[in-house]
């Protein structure tokens, strides 16, 4: 059974690609696929790759992108078009992969369906904690999709993690819950086979069961299924429904339906825009290799709106009121480096009497270092004697307060950090 489940996941890589490069152009684009390490627990030694576009919006959105059986996180982002889509509206994402025998994500164990419970979810919520630790991200837009095992996966963190994850979205997927063995089997025939038939109250106990207690909001769901799949059977499109409607305490009923493509009905739970608590695209015809519509996706989970300005950060800091003489300051720089990246977070307190109005703070990054990006702050140029200047909503540093700044930077073997940091031409102590 993992054989054939290998062999079918090859051909949705085999499919997804073939889809991607018919539909979407991608953009030009100096940002890569980064891997990172030590980025907190991971009881599954799951592996991170990372992709931060060019061009960050000022308050990124995360999407965490979860590969089907036998792939990778390096494979789904060259087979999906997430990467492009991220270079277009300025969010980050999450590529992980599972390194065990199989592949496949762990949906099945006792662990994976509760919260905090260990396995995957674990490692993929540590993921999740280290990008929000070092980008300035908008945690109220972290989302989660994936295909098949993937999409598995994203059932079951919107589960156990409902206060984290905005919205998800699943092609060829099982209820939360559906795959539960009990055991150390990773796969589950009777569901696999779409035999598992419950209520949706029984479906929306499973998760409420994951995480005890929880009453605030829940997360939004879009579910994709083909009609003739014949790995996880078209039965389980319809358990997904049962399950993310009482979720929300919704009617089974569509309060919309529409057809946005030959073959394709689009039921929408709850509203009947384009961001409804629930909605679900059934795909007459269809088998498991289904082709991911990445900006059906991004526009459900609201994130094709505001694209980031194409013009550099300009040379100079804007205009500002003259700061304070004493110029007193103090700067905290902590650096998280890898293969031939790395992170900065910068601390600038003002240590003086009188308000900073306007600042712009002036060092020198060591030779080799690169920036590609950054958050809280215009950074030009992105080598040598660097200035970072303030942005609208932190131009202010009041006496004793502090703003935080940041960025990611490529590397050639050396991540050492500045000698000296000056605001506003006036040197500053370092932290």
């Known amino acids: 059974m993992r054989l054939k489940t290998a062999m079918l996941g090859a051909l949705t890589a085999t499919m997804t690609l073939a889809a991607a490069a018919l539909t979407f152009a991608v953009p030009a684009s100096a940002a890569t696929l980064t891997e990172v390490t030590g980025f907190g627990a991971n009881p599954t030694n799951l592996r991170m790759h990372l992709y931060v576009p060019d061009r960050l919006a000022t308050r990124p959105a995360v999407l965490l992108a979860l590969h089907y059986c036998t792939g990778s996180g390096p494979a789904y982002h060259s087979g999906t078009q997430y990467a492009a889509l991220a270079d277009r509206y300025g969010f980050i994402v999450i590529y992980p992969s599972v390194t065990r025998s199989s592949l496949c994500w762990d949906v099945s164990s006792p662990q994976a369906l509760r919260r905090g419970g260990g396995s995957d979810p674990v490692g993929l919520l540590a993921m999740v904690d280290h990008v929000r630790q070092r980008y300035a991200v908008d945690p109220e837009r972290i989302f989660v999709t994936g295909t098949s095992s993937g999409a598995m996966m994203t059932n079951v963190l919107l589960g156990d993690y409902p206060d984290v994850f905005a919205a998800g979205a699943s092609f060829a997927g099982v209820p939360f819950g559906c795959f539960a063995t009990g055991g150390t089997s990773e796969w589950n025939s009777q569901c696999a086979n779409g035999q598992v038939i419950r209520t949706p109250q029984q479906w929306g106990d499973l998760v409420r069961e994951a995480y005890p207690g929880y009453t605030a909001r829940r997360p939004r769901m879009q579910i994709w299924h083909g009609t003739n799949d014949e790995t996880l059977r078209y039965p389980n499109f319809g358990e997904q429904v049962k399950q993310w409607t009482n979720v929300h305490g919704l009617s089974q009923t569509p309060t919309y339906t529409d057809s946005p493509q030959s073959g394709y009905t689009r039921t929408r739970y709850g509203g009947s825009g384009g961001t409804a608590p629930v909605e679900a695209i059934s795909m007459q015809g269809v088998s498991h290799n289904l082709p991911v519509d990445a900006a059906q996706v991004i526009r459900f989970f609201a994130l094709d709106g505001v694209t980031p300005p194409t013009s550099p950060p300009p ?24 293969n031939t990246g790395l992170t900065a977070s910068i601390t600038i307190t003002n240590t003086g009497a009188a308000p900073v109005t306007g600042w712009a703070l002036t060092f020198a990054l060591p030779a080799g270092q690169r920036i590609t990006t950054g958050w809280n702050a215009q950074y030009a140029p992105a080598s040598g004697a660097v200035t970072a200047s303030n942005v609208s909503y932190n131009a202010t540093i009041a006496p004793n307060a502090s703003v935080s700044i940041g960025f990611q930077a490529t590397h050639e073997g050396g991540a050492g950090r500045p000698s000296s940091f000056a605001l506003n031409g006036v040197a500053c102590s370092i932290a």
């Open 315 to 338: 040379s100079t800091p804007p205009p500002s009121t003259p700061p304070p003489t004493t110029g007193a300051c103090r700067v905290g720089y902590a650096v998280n480096a890898w």
